[in-house]
């Protein structure tokens, strides 16, 4: 998954600061992984912040290296930042479908053989907020009858029951 320029400069920022805590501390990045319960690749790719852990692995860092907590407070701020993104994210895509939506609507209250319109107010299942339920329904238009007279494709309850209507 590609993160946006924001949590990819802050997953670097990070890796920056473990790398110095690690270095400070004594440790090569193989020391810093067996004490943490991880590989040194691991290390080394948070290090660089090509990759996002989990809050477990900056736990471990954390407490391998009996930094006060800043690892994980550095993993929940990227954490939100990405939440907020994601967030705000999905509530662009639903404006989007609402504008489509809504130019669909008025192209079809336009139409003769459409009727449309709003017929709830419910909400959204992506993120919660209250969305119009457009109806539209759409006219077929009529089937040609078979070759004679128009009346003889559909029989009159008389001619059906073969007797007279009731």
Not at 38 to 56: D, K, L, N, W
Request: aromatic share 4%; charged share 20%.
């Amino acid at each position: 998954m590609r993160h946006s320029d924001t949590v990819a400069a802050l997953l670097r920022e990070l890796g920056q600061q473990l790398a110095a805590l690690r270095r400070e501390a004594g440790l090569t990045q193989e020391n810093l992984g067996a004490l943490a319960g991880f590989s040194r690749s691991t290390v080394s790719v948070a290090e660089i912040g090509r990759q996002p852990h989990a809050r477990e692995f900056w736990a471990a860092c954390e407490k391998a290296l009996d930094s006060g907590g800043v690892l994980a407070a550095g993993f929940d701020q990227i954490d939100a930042v990405r939440e907020a993104e994601e967030r705000a994210a999905a509530y662009a895509a639903q404006e989007a479908r609402e504008t489509r939506a809504l130019a669909a609507l008025t192209a079809a209250q336009h139409r003769a053989d459409v009727a449309a319109g709003v017929t709830a107010v419910q909400p959204c299942p992506h993120c919660g907020s209250r969305v119009a339920v457009l109806t539209t329904l759409i006219q077929q238009p009529p089937v040609p009858a078979a070759a004679g007279n128009a009346n003889d494709a559909v029989p009159s309850r008389a001619a059906r029951t073969g007797g007279t209507e009731c």
